[in-house]
DNA sequence: GTCTATAACCTGATAGAC
DNA sequence: GTCTATCAGGTTATAGAC
């Protein structure tokens, strides 16, 4: 029983690690296997098939933090305290998750229909549409800021915390930084970011 | 004569649009060799490998982006005008080639030794990172904008640019929109980044 | 549950005729 | 230059012993 779940895990998180570096494509079951110290033959025992360990994997990935960051978009808050308590959460959750958001678009990219099957049951899109317009609508009238369209608000906030996780490697070629620089650039960033960003949506 | 630019340029062009949908690990030589409506040896005839198919699109899709980016951001233009520049011309590029921000961030993690070899020639990275950083910092103190880290307004710029282009599909998806709308968007986004930006950068 | 060995398949690359 | 046929190597998946 206690060995049954150990292995499991130790699956999950060897692949977990080689899926977000590699994608569906580029990994390979030996080094998933490698990686998590048991043989080739372990995998297909307890995930059957390649398609089953990757679905599996996006599900643990991904099911924590999109129902967490629709919620804290959808929730009554005034925009301003909303807007920094976002900017807050999601920014740590990417200084330890940076690898994130490019495995999804990767995935969404190369081969949208396995994700579109997986993402039916992890989102509930239906209307979300309609709800998140109103609700940041309704914030933003009530914080006497510019009327802006919703949906642009939504992406550059998302874009301003999300673009520097999938570009970190690029950015620490690129201005030189070690893992410690790029860390520190993010932990500024989470103060810097609200200011930059409502300041720049009011009147 | 005209015959072999002409195979080689399809080629390419079928090379282009299969890797960037793709990726390298995903892309199969057949279906290039198919979409270019030739036979597989050819590109083997014409490219010798797979590598080199590769990195010859790569260098094509990039060759102008990136030297243009860089000259934009070091431009010595007023604060503004200069920001308006770089979304203006940047988000054009983009709805044109939504697809090549993924693919070099893709390519760049799934296998960053490849990418490190062709970016060499691509860009002169040596000290680009003290210039930028000097150039953005004269702009905004000229401007008497926040003193605010010139690394954070580029990358608050480049996201707010980049990442609809990378969120395209799942954008499509939640907000339920057709190619037109996307394209909309973009249109509009265009007028609107520069106001919130340069807004949320004053004191 | 775990392993070794191997099957079945796919993919990049080449040989050789035209 | 272009094609068909095929090789060589690698990858997922399974069979079967323990």
Same mark, same amino acid.
């Given at each position: 029983?206690?060995?049954?779940?150990?292995? =499991?895990?130790?699956?999950?998180?060897?692949?977990?690690?080689?899926?977000?570096?590699?994608?569906?494509?580029?990994?390979?079951?030996?080094?998933?296997?490698?990686?998590?110290?048991?043989?080739?033959?372990?995998?297909?025992?307890?995930?059957?098939?390649?398609?089953?360990?990757? =679905?599996?994997?996006?599900?643990?990935?991904?099911?924590?933090?999109?129902?967490?960051?629709?919620?804290?978009?959808?929730?009554?808050?005034?925009?301003?305290?909303?807007?920094?308590?976002?900017?807050?959460?999601?920014?740590?959750?990417?200084?330890?998750?940076?690898?994130?958001?490019?495995?999804?678009?990767? =995935?969404?990219?190369?081969?949208?229909?396995?994700?579109?099957?997986?993402?039916?049951?992890?989102?509930?899109?239906?209307?979300?549409?309609?709800?998140?317009?109103?609700?940041?609508?309704?914030?933003?009238?009530?914080?006497?800021?510019?009327?802006?369209?919703?949906?642009?608000?939504?992406?550059?906030?998302?874009?301003?915390?999300?673009?520097?996780?999938?570009?970190?490697?690029?950015?620490?070629?690129?201005?030189?930084?070690?893992?410690?620089?790029?860390?520190?650039?993010?932990?500024?960033?989470?103060?810097?970011?609200?200011?930059?960003?409502?300041?720049?949506?009011?009147?």
């Amino acid at each position: 029983m206690e060995e049954i779940k150990d292995t =499991e895990k130790q699956i999950l998180n060897a692949a977990k690690e080689i899926f977000l570096q590699k994608g569906f494509d580029g990994a390979r079951m030996q080094d998933i296997a490698d990686k998590a110290g048991i043989n080739k033959a372990m995998l297909h025992y307890y995930f059957r098939s390649k398609d089953r360990l990757f =679905e599996s994997v996006f599900r643990e990935l991904t099911s924590n933090i999109f129902p967490k960051l629709f919620q804290s978009l959808m929730s009554e808050m005034p925009f301003e305290e909303k807007l920094k308590s976002i900017v807050n959460n999601y920014m740590d959750f990417l200084v330890i998750n940076p690898d994130l958001p490019l495995f999804v678009f990767r =995935e969404i990219n190369s081969n949208p229909e396995r994700i579109a099957n997986i993402l039916k049951d992890v989102v509930k899109i239906d209307d979300f549409k309609n709800q998140l317009k109103g609700n940041v609508d309704n914030a933003i009238s009530e914080s006497g800021l510019e009327n802006i369209d919703a949906t642009q608000v939504v992406l550059t906030l998302l874009g301003a915390c999300i673009f520097p996780a999938i570009a970190k490697n690029l950015i620490k070629i690129v201005f030189k930084m070690t893992e410690d620089d790029y860390v520190d650039l993010m932990i500024k960033r989470k103060e810097q970011l609200p200011k930059i960003l409502i300041n720049g949506l009011k009147k």
